[in-house]
DNA sequence: GATGAATGAGAATTCATTCAT
DNA sequence: GATGAATGAATTCTCATTCAT
């Protein structure tokens, strides 16, 4: 014990991959299970031996995926009192490592009426609710929580703007069809976090009280 | 006589309102036409009377609703040169009357998957990208373009921050489960609008040059 | 009166005519009621100012192009007794003027399943049963009432091996898919006459027996 | 054990069975996936987990049904050149047999207009248009084209002619609605291999040349 | 002589889900 | 761990037909 020493089933693993990927591309509902399992090579009933419904390979998405946001928030909860310092600290670290995270947070973003009722919606809309609390600091007014929102949607949307339709090979296109340089892809996350933070940077917040 | 004659039948119009309603509650795939017809006490079968498809409908809705969208496009190109007063001009009368173009715009915003393909989908994002390159001015570089998408964005952000769920009677209810005073709303909107305008503030532009 | 003072409706003949035309080409379930509206420039519901169903339209497709037919039969009923020369005749005129039958031969031929029980359809197997009935004479076996069909139908099938398929312009072609110049049509037609009639030739029929 | 497995389940043949049944007595267009499912008493997506699409079961259907037709042009490919004994062959070939081919024929000559652009309708002239090559030869001319048509649509015309529609039990009954006593099926049989001889033999052709 | 608006019935097809093996 | 076979419920869409105007 103590060693992993059968990989086991790696199938519920990649369930977990190709759904988000095709969840992310397609949209949830225009993604059929006959879909993910004809791309894992495998029959629609195999995904049932691993997950009760539809809505349960979402659920196992959340698991596995919102484990660096749970950090974020983890260390944004260690900080006993909200400071402009903390608040700038999540943005950077919440806009950093965008890149593996952009696939869940286009997912869910682009995907809300599905969501709304599942427990994996519920799931992950209360860490995102937490993000924002923690961005804005506690009895916050609305042009606050309205500041935090935007700071932290501006990550993603950056990503969204430069979102990867490979047109003959490749190349990356952007929201208005120009064809992006590889180079700029990094230079659009240094973008998206210099942004992020000039909006947070508006966040006046209450310093002298507690974070919860 | 005397009076001008009524529109014969103002069902094509009425399909229009319930479909946004619904399509922007639930869902463009969540809502069926069976819905639809059942509220407007017809058939489904009228519904391709009037529509040859699903999507002719949403067509039919971007046609009617999209008007004070076209406006504020007309105006932003009748200003031959861009200026940070016109880039802030275009972020106001944006920001206005959000309260009516909301539904609309969730419904564009939260159906992504389902749109991206359909000739709707594409004649509303046109004039998203329009609007946003009226706003940055041309020839923006990347951080001017993601500042203009995030100005337009946080204006009905803060109106889905306030969106109306209504929980046991009539109650708006806020994004985190609170329960807003309808006085709120106005100051909402009023805290969009400063949002929006704190973020656009920072475009910087090329003023010298054409709109187009 | 007497003279035809007033065109009346020629909406009922071009419907005919468009039906008939639609009917051949694409066959009858295929063939739906807005596209012969559409193709006339009227409403469906107009068509129901003229014919009480879709069948009541082959009803009168028949009833105005099957007079030719009649006449032949006519024709073969004035000779009391049959004859080898007579059976010869009845093939001839039946070939002569296939060229403005063939869309109302093609019609009843291939669109069998539709027709078997209404109407209209009775109405012409009956004359075909009668013309085969003339072609080879009372109380013929089965052989020679097999040469009579197989006769009859040399006939349009020489014009359906033929059939116009307009490629890229009014080009014949033929159901092997090569092109045919407009002369071969002529050429056709006299092979078709002389094939039926080297079927026909074969049957012995009881020449002492009346007609009918 | 010692017995061969049998098939797990003959669903997929039953489909192609009962299908070509109904569509041969019905046409295609005039039979619904849910009568061909209540037939076979199990439900319409029993039929969509073999078949992608009720045009896909007509193709199922050729690929079960046409193999004796593949047998007789195969034979036919086999004698490199052209002869009139190998022209008599293959109508003899195509005419016996006739009685399991009948339902198969019958379908494809009475359903066109349905099947024209399909894929299974395409697959099954291909084998036609085959056919009558065969028959007549290389570099025909349009006369014999029509004999070697004519030839082999005597051979299943014979059969129509003799369609077994079962009036009140069992009986036969033709096309001029005359009781037909089961003696004479296979006279009919042995007169249509007759008649379409005759017709073939007036087929000249150009026997030096190749098959192909 | 014709239209606009609507209907009822039914069609093909899709999909998440189940279960015996 | 997985499959093959099947289901039930729904969905979009089409079509002949009706009828008040």
Not at 42 to 66: C, N, P, Q, S, W
Not at 78 to 92: F, N, Y
């Amino acid at each position: 014990m103590g060693t992993p020493h059968s990989p086991r089933s790696d199938t519920r693993a990649r369930i977990i991959e190709v759904s988000l990927e095709l969840f992310s591309e397609q949209g949830y509902e225009q993604t059929s299970l006959r879909e993910i399992a004809d791309r894992l090579g495998v029959t629609k009933a195999a995904l049932y031996y691993h997950f009760k419904t539809k809505d349960d390979i979402v659920l196992g998405i959340v698991e596995r995926m919102a484990a660096p946001i749970d950090e974020i928030i983890a260390w944004g909860r260690e900080q006993k009192t909200w400071s402009p310092e903390m608040r700038d600290e999540m943005i950077r670290r919440y806009a950093d490592g965008m890149a593996e995270r952009a696939p869940l947070l286009r997912f869910f973003h682009e995907n809300q009426p599905a969501l709304r009722e599942s427990p994996a919606g519920l799931a992950f809309r209360e860490r995102v609710i937490t993000m924002m609390q923690l961005v804005h600091g506690p009895e916050a007014e609305f042009r606050d929580r309205l500041r935090a929102t935007m700071a932290l949607f501006t990550a993603h949307t950056a990503f969204f703007l430069l979102k990867q339709d490979t047109v003959d090979g490749g190349d990356v296109v952007n929201v208005w069809g120009e064809k992006v340089p590889h180079a700029e892809l990094d230079e659009a996350l240094e973008a998206a976090r210099e942004v992020a933070l000039e909006i947070s940077g508006r966040i006046t917040g209450h310093p002298a009280r507690d974070t919860d």
